[in-house]
């Protein structure tokens, strides 16, 4: 079975600060992985994804992510947060080699950015 | 473009009534639909999954139910509720495993 571990429950910057959100996952197979955001008041939505190639992709509004197979891990970062950011962030995993789909989250993190 | 739609946005039920949630998806053909529940301050809890249209899969043994009556509609249901079904729910479509999910907006339920 898959499980995803967000290291911080709430982290809050001052904006122009560098973010670095932790994310560890535990499958034993090949993996997509995924970053989700949800923007008070709004939706979930996809923010970011990796399921092969280059294991630094980036996504929507600056953000990007780094999967380093030998760590398990997939951080997603920023190198300059706005006040806009503030939101909660999810960590997502799948298998591949399967046709479900069904993605393993983390408890999620909520990031607070101060103006 | 692909769309879903969720609905009701909230609902509040007596203990012991029935469900019906539904869920519906455009602009796209055979997705992978999930219902998901979301706690206050956990992550998101898949409840069921399906591939076509009548093939249901169920993660976590509980008071609810699904169906795929459609291609593109899903319902999740209970004959009767308990206070533990209260919750965030959310429905979310995927063509492939890669593809990453698309979610609705999510229906509050709250039992009393």
Redesign the interface.
């Given at each position: 079975a898959q499980s995803v571990s967000q290291h911080n429950h709430h982290v809050i910057l001052s904006e122009a600060a560098s973010l670095e959100l932790g994310c560890n996952y535990s499958y034993g197979g090949t993996v997509n992985l995924f970053w989700y955001v949800q923007y008070p008041g709004q939706h979930l939505q996809l923010l970011l994804k990796y399921f092969s190639g280059d294991p630094l992709v980036k996504g929507i509004k600056g953000f990007e992510a780094e999967f380093i197979k030998s760590k398990f891990s997939f951080n997603l970062r920023k190198p300059s947060v706005q006040w806009s950011d503030t939101a909660e962030y999810f960590c997502a995993v799948n298998a591949q080699n399967t046709n479900a789909g069904k993605s393993t989250f983390g408890d999620g993190t909520t990031l607070t950015v101060k103006p | 473009s692909q769309t879903i739609h969720q609905w009701p946005a909230t609902l509040v039920q007596p203990v012991g009534s029935p469900l019906s949630l539904e869920c519906t998806v455009e602009g796209t053909s055979n997705p992978?639909l999930?219902w998901?529940r979301q706690a206050a301050?956990?992550?998101?809890q898949?409840l069921f999954?399906s591939?076509g249209i009548g093939q249901i899969?169920s993660?976590v043994p509980q008071n609810l139910s699904a169906s795929r009556p459609q291609d593109r509609q899903f319902i999740l249901s209970s004959k009767k509720l308990l206070l533990s079904d209260s919750g965030f729910y959310?429905c979310a479509w995927?063509l492939?495993?890669?593809?990453?999910?698309?979610?609705?907006?999510?229906t509050r339920l709250t039992v009393v």
């Open positions: - | 992978n999930y998901y301050g956990r992550g998101l898949l999954y591939v899969s993660e959310l995927s492939q495993a890669g593809y990453g999910y698309t979610f609705g907006s999510g």
